[in-house]
């Protein structure tokens, strides 16, 4: 679900897992907009499964902080998140920086967002 990796002075690194779906997205955004006040990071490789609701849920937040002057960031995006966000359209929009590695890049076969990410050994 969602939990609390790291916090600072700076703000906070949450640690997403499990289904983000519309089942489970109310009780995310419960426990995601404590941390809207300051800097978030969510950190997304936990994630395994996510549909349309849970891309809703990282972009209110992301518009919710940018609307308060803080910053929302995605980390370490998951193939379920990267999958999401390609379908789409706004892997590229959201100005997280991308990395995935050469095997991940054969798994993902991105359709929209093609030229968007870094790749890494």
């Given at each position: 679900m969602l939990q609390i990796e790291q916090e600072?002075?700076?703000?906070?690194?949450?640690?997403?897992?499990?289904?983000?779906?519309?089942?489970?997205?109310?009780?995310?955004?419960?426990l995601l907009t404590p941390h809207l006040h300051g800097n978030v990071a969510i950190n997304a490789e936990g994630v395994e499964r996510m549909d349309s609701a849970g891309l809703q849920i990282l972009l209110m937040a992301k518009k919710n902080a940018n609307d308060a002057g803080n910053v929302f960031k995605i980390l370490?995006?998951?193939?379920?998140?990267?999958?999401?966000?390609?379908?789409?359209?706004?892997?590229?929009?959201?100005?997280?920086q991308i990395r995935i590695s050469a095997s991940e890049k054969e798994a993902l076969k991105l359709t929209y967002s093609r030229k968007r990410y870094s790749l890494y050994e």
């Open positions: 600072s002075n700076q703000g906070v690194i949450l640690k997403a897992s499990g289904s983000w779906t519309i089942d489970q997205v109310a009780g995310i955004w419960k370490n995006h998951s193939i379920a998140v990267l999958k999401i966000m390609d379908l789409s359209g706004v892997l590229g929009s959201l100005r997280d």
